[in-house]
């Protein structure tokens, strides 16, 4: 059974472009979460969807962040322009209700670096 | 509002040396859930292990085992027998059931196990 999927692994780009990172959620998960990782900020959670609507979008830093979730089987978390304190792993993790006996998986993580 | 600490920033013991990290959460929620994740160096985050609020029964995973305290608010891990593949930042989170459905994760802490 996959994982979840994220792509891509590694990006670096410059300031001011625009950065697309992608997300697959496990089959059958209602849940997809946006995390991002930071040495000063530890983890923190950007931005979660429920059967495709954004629930929770308090996390997200600003108006240069935006996620979209089009369809149950993909994710997209979108940074327009880019600065460098972007630079962070972010992570896609998905889960059934959380009511069930299920967790939160993870997806490898998307390293960026913002010049 | 929820919080977690992880008071031992970085801890490191020789190999075969049992080792306890220790959590400490803050919660309003009478219904909650604790985890721990796993960090190796390759960056992906690993699910160890989730608590229900109502089960303070110890855990024990191979040499691995968890110690779940309500009346201290406290989640410890403790590996038996450390092996240097242990080597990793272990995160203590919390998710509560009600408000939003996400992690809180504390700041992590760093295990080297040296050989």
């Known amino acids: 059974d996959a994982g979840v999927i994220q792509s891509p692994r590694h990006e670096v780009t410059e300031m001011g472009q625009e950065v697309t990172l992608r997300c697959k959620p496990i089959?059958?998960?209602?849940?997809l979460f946006w995390y991002r990782q930071t040495m000063m900020r530890g983890l923190e959670l950007l931005i979660y969807f429920n059967n495709n609507v954004p629930i929770d979008d308090s996390g997200m830093p600003e108006d240069r962040f935006s996620a979209k979730m089009p369809n149950a089987s993909f994710s997209t978390l979108k940074i327009q322009p880019s600065e460098p304190r972007d630079s962070a792993v972010y992570f896609c993790?998905?889960?059934?209700?959380?009511?069930?006996?299920?967790?939160?998986?993870f997806g490898p993580g998307t390293r960026l670096t913002v010049l | 509002a929820q919080k977690v600490t992880q008071a031992q920033t970085e801890i490191s013991v020789v190999e075969k040396e049992d080792v306890t990290l220790d959590c400490v959460y803050e919660t309003r929620d009478t219904t909650y859930y604790l985890f721990w994740y796993k960090q190796p160096p390759s960056g992906e985050l690993v699910f160890l292990i989730r608590r229900n609020s109502f089960d303070e029964q110890n855990e024990i995973s191979g040499r691995y085992s968890w110690n779940f305290q309500k009346s201290t608010s406290s989640f410890n891990f403790t590996i038996t027998a450390s092996q240097v593949v242990d080597s990793a930042v272990y995160f203590c989170a919390l998710s509560e059931l009600t408000g939003a459905n996400n992690l809180f994760f504390g700041t992590g802490t760093r295990l080297t196990v040296i050989p």
């Open positions: 993790a998905s889960s059934l209700d959380p009511a069930s006996t299920d967790t939160q998986y």
């Open positions: 089959s059958g998960h209602d849940y």
